[in-house]
């Protein structure tokens, strides 16, 4: 596709559920980024892949936010028992390479209840 | 690792007025630096970037961003400011980890535009 796309735009779920947002890169971009974006608390970084591997997973909130990437193209982010803290919205962008500039997509807005 | 300081929460500016927003990095080498802007319910996009050479940037939207190495920083400026520049903007750095690298963002300032 033309840029970053990520589903489902929203998504309101019970608190205690899991929920799978999807991102889907940019053709031929081989860095993924997850970000999580609170009211007032700026991007906060979760994890980020380099191909279908993640060297860096220090940024998930707890053992309960999972990643894969799978073909070097789709990912998904699990989020398993959800609570209302986990309401934000999630960003993910790709790049073609690290140290290049990133492309956003418009994001997942998730909210427990 | 490196960080990325954004002192400003709000700004607000008049319109026509120019606009300089701050963004101080710490990090030893010469580090890859990036302004972001994210309309409300929109994701975010570049406005310009640094990795090397002149020190001073064009971006679109006419914005600009000058590197000073001496004072750690990476402002933003633009000389005429529209309502529609009324967003959220982030300024990032690309972190380097061992082996890989990734990019950290500074908390974002907002932009209120008055009549």
């Known amino acids: 596709g033309a840029g970053v796309s990520q589903s489902p735009s929203n998504k309101v779920t019970e608190k205690g559920k899991d929920v799978e947002l999807r991102c889907d890169p940019i053709?031929?971009?081989?860095?993924l980024y997850w970000y999580r974006q609170s009211l007032g608390q700026g991007l906060e970084f979760l994890i980020y892949f380099q191909g279908n591997s993640a060297p860096d997973k220090s940024g998930l909130p707890s053992d309960r936010f999972s990643a894969e990437r799978t073909g070097g193209s789709v990912s998904t982010l699990t989020i398993q028992r959800t609570q209302q803290e986990d309401s934000a919205v999630y960003l993910c962008a790709s790049g073609l390479v690290v140290n290049t500039e990133a492309f956003f997509g418009q994001g997942t807005r998730l909210t427990v209840v | 690792a490196q960080s990325v300081t954004q002192p400003d929460i709000h700004i607000t500016v008049s319109e026509g007025a120019s606009l300089e927003l701050r963004c101080n990095y710490s990090?030893?080498?010469?580090?890859?630096l990036f302004w972001y802007v994210q309309s409300p319910g929109q994701g975010l996009q570049l406005l310009l970037k640094?990795?090397?050479?002149?020190?001073l940037v064009q971006g679109i939207k006419g914005f600009e961003a000058e590197f000073k190495r001496s004072q750690s920083s990476f402002n933003l400026r633009k000389p005429s400011v529209h309502w529609s520049d009324a967003a959220e903007y982030f300024c990032a750095v690309v972190s380097f980890r061992e082996g890989y690298s990734t990019l950290t963002f500074g908390k974002g300032t907002m932009l209120l535009v008055s009549p």
């Open positions: 640094y990795f090397s050479g002149d020190t």
């Open positions: 053709s031929g971009h081989t860095a």
């Open positions: 990090y030893g080498a010469t580090p890859y």
